[in-house]
C-alpha cells in the first residue's frame, strides 16, 4: 500500500540528467502539437484532385454550407430570411464588380469572391441599372442617327424600359435555374461532378452582366463597327468569367456534354448582347412619308426629302 510520502509531488531532474543517465531513452514534448508533414499528407490524397479541390473549393463546402445552413435558419416566408440574402457591405459589392471586369486566369469566380457570402443586392442592382441603361441609351442613340432630318420629330419610347426590364431579369434567373437543375441532374449520374447553389448561380450571372452596362453606354456612338468592337471585347470579358466558372464544374463528365453546356452557355450569352444591340441600337429607319404640299395651279405636287 502507498504511503504518503508517494503520494506527495516530487521534481524531477532536468531533463538532460535523465537523458545522460538514461541515453536510449525517448523524450515527447507536450508544449508544440505534433504536425504531419504536408508532403506526407498529400501523398494522402489521390493524385490530381488537390488543385480540382482547390479550384472548386470542395474542401470547404462541408463547412460553407453548414454554416450557410444556421445563417439561413428562418423559415423562407420570414423577411429575415430574404435579408440574409442582401447581407453585403460596399467593399465586397465593388471587389466582385472587378473580379468579373478583371477576370484573373486559372481562377474560379465563385471560389475567390462569392461561396464565402453570395448575395443577390449586386445581381439586382446591376440587372436594375443595365436596364435603364439600355432603354436611355437606345433612346439617345435614335435620336442622334435621325438627329439634323427636318422631318424628324423625336418621341421617346418607354416601352423599351420594359421590354429590356423582361430581357434582362428573364436571362439572369431562368437560365441560372435551367443550368442549375442540368448541374444537379448530371451530379446525380456522375459522383464527382460538384455543382454549384442556385444563389452562387445566380450570383456569377448577375455579377458577369457588369461590363455590358459602360458598353451600352459606348453604344451610342453611331457607328457600327465601333459597336461591334465592344461587343465582342464584353463577351471576351464576361464569357471568360463563365468558363472559368462553370468548367471545371462540368469537366470530368463526357467530354461531349462539357463542351456542349459551355458552348450553350456562351451562345445565350452572346445572343443576349447581340440581341440588345440589335433591338434597342440597330433598329432600321422609320420610312417617314413624303410632304404633300399643294400647288398654284390647283394641282398637288409630292416632294421627296432625301
Not at 182 to 192: A, D, G, H, I, T
Not at 272 to 284: E, I, Q, R, S
Request: glycine letters at 4%; a negative charge; aromatic letters at 14%.
Amino acid at each position: 500500500m502507498a504511503t504518503a510520502d508517494d503520494l506527495k509531488f516530487q521534481e524531477f531532474d532536468d531533463a538532460a540528467n535523465l537523458l545522460a543517465a538514461n541515453p536510449d531513452a525517448t523524450t515527447i514534448s507536450i508544449d508544440e502539437p505534433v504536425e504531419i508533414p504536408k508532403n506526407q499528407h498529400s501523398r494522402l490524397q489521390e493524385p490530381g484532385r488537390e488543385e480540382d479541390d482547390e479550384l472548386l473549393g470542395t474542401d470547404d463546402s462541408d463547412k460553407t454550407e453548414l454554416l450557410a445552413g444556421q445563417k439561413k435558419s428562418a423559415p423562407f416566408w420570414t423577411f429575415e430570411y430574404y435579408q440574409t440574402f442582401f447581407d453585403v457591405d460596399t467593399y465586397q459589392v465593388l471587389d466582385r464588380i472587378k473580379g468579373s471586369v478583371f477576370p484573373v486566369p486559372g481562377k474560379n469566380f465563385v471560389r475567390l469572391y462569392i461561396r464565402s457570402n453570395p448575395d443577390l443586392y449586386g445581381p439586382f442592382w446591376i440587372c436594375a441599372t443595365l436596364v435603364f441603361t439600355i432603354a436611355v441609351s437606345g433612346n439617345l442613340s435614335n435620336f442622334f442617327i435621325h438627329l439634323g432630318k427636318p422631318t424628324y420629330h423625336y418621341v421617346p419610347e418607354f416601352r423599351k424600359v420594359s421590354i429590356a426590364a423582361t430581357t434582362i431579369y428573364a436571362y439572369a434567373w431562368l437560365v441560372p435555374l435551367a443550368l442549375w437543375g442540368f448541374l444537379m441532374w448530371r451530379n446525380s449520374k456522375v459522383m464527382n461532378i460538384v455543382s454549384y447553389s442556385f444563389l452562387e448561380i445566380v450570383c456569377v450571372y448577375g455579377y458577369s452582366l457588369f461590363i455590358y452596362i459602360p458598353t451600352a453606354i459606348l453604344w451610342i456612338i453611331p457607328q457600327k463597327v465601333v459597336r461591334w468592337v465592344l461587343v465582342v471585347f464584353s463577351l471576351c470579358l464576361s464569357g471568360s468569367v463563365l468558363v472559368m466558372t462553370f468548367w471545371p464544374a462540368v469537366r470530368d463528365d463526357n467530354r461531349r456534354i462539357a463542351v456542349a453546356t459551355v458552348a450553350t452557355i456562351l451562345l445565350l450569352h452572346a445572343l443576349l448582347a447581340v440581341g440588345c444591340l440589335a433591338y434597342f441600337f440597330d433598329a432600321p429607319e422609320l420610312d417617314i412619308p413624303a410632304p404633300i404640299t399643294p400647288a398654284h395651279n390647283g394641282t398637288t405636287v409630292i416632294t421627296k426629302s432625301h
